[in-house]
């Protein structure tokens, strides 16, 4: 896989533990992780748990063998951007990569545009990838960052499951897949901790809208 990822034009530091991981990660910045769950010493789970807990934000691609739901949403609560179960093809490796890639690329803002968005008490500030409510500023992964991001640009607006998997994934996991709503839950959690109410909303059947109640 590292010799196929040097092919696409990626610069690739492989290591075979997750000990190694760990303080390759700690010792430089890194576009992008792929981590594999099973990995010796220390799996990819708890690898994501440490790196995120320490307040590193790169993008994690998780790959596991494990295909069993609550499996998937364990790598999804570790921390984790996106995950890929084995087996896998290559290109869906290499377009999943990208979408991470994508999605962490600074945005730019034109001079003299405010970039701040607001719902109420909420203010998202793309630029500096920032959010607060009230006086209060949560800590958002960057997932989180982007959905929320994305719900408060739609603000009363219901945005269906396919619309949200496409633009913060970059493809759609398919109907039974738990992803969204994972991370649905966090950000619901993140806003009522900072002491704001019920802003993201559930519209059975088609998808999710940001609005005051």
């Known amino acids: 896989m590292a010799r ?17 991981a760990l303080a390759r990660a700690r010792q430089a910045d890194f576009d992008a992780l792929v981590l594999d769950v099973m990995m010796p ?13 320490e307040g590193d934000r790169t993008p994690v691609l998780m790959l596991t063998a494990r295909v069993e739901t609550p499996d998937r949403v364990a790598g999804l609560d570790a921390g984790a951007d996106d995950y890929l179960p084995k087996p896998f093809e290559l290109d ?6 990208r979408a991470l890639l994508r999605r ?11 970039p701040a968005l607001s719902l109420d008490s909420l203010r998202v500030d793309p630029a500096a990838r920032r959010v607060w409510w009230a006086e209060a500023e949560l800590t958002l992964s960057k997932t989180e960052f982007d959905l929320l991001e994305l719900l408060v640009r739609n603000a ?8 949200v998997y496409e633009r913060i994934w970059g493809y ?4 039974d897949s738990k992803n969204l709503a994972v991370y649905i839950g966090y950000l619901r959690r993140k806003l009522v901790a900072a002491g704001a109410p019920a802003l993201i ?4 059947g088609v998808g999710y809208t940001m609005r005051l109640s």
């Open 4 to 20: 196929a990822l040097e092919l696409e034009g990626y610069e690739v530091a492989q290591v075979d533990d997750g000990v190694g």
């Open 41 to 53: 010493t220390i799996d990819g789970l708890a690898v994501c748990r440490v790196l995120r807990a």
């Open 92 to 97: 869906e490796l290499l377009a999943r990569l």
């Open 104 to 114: 962490a690329a600074p945005v730019a803002v034109a001079p003299g545009q405010d």
């Open 156 to 163: 009363g607006i219901v945005l269906d499951h396919s619309t």
């Open 172 to 175: 759609d996991f398919g109907a």
């Open 201 to 204: 909303h559930t519209v059975r």
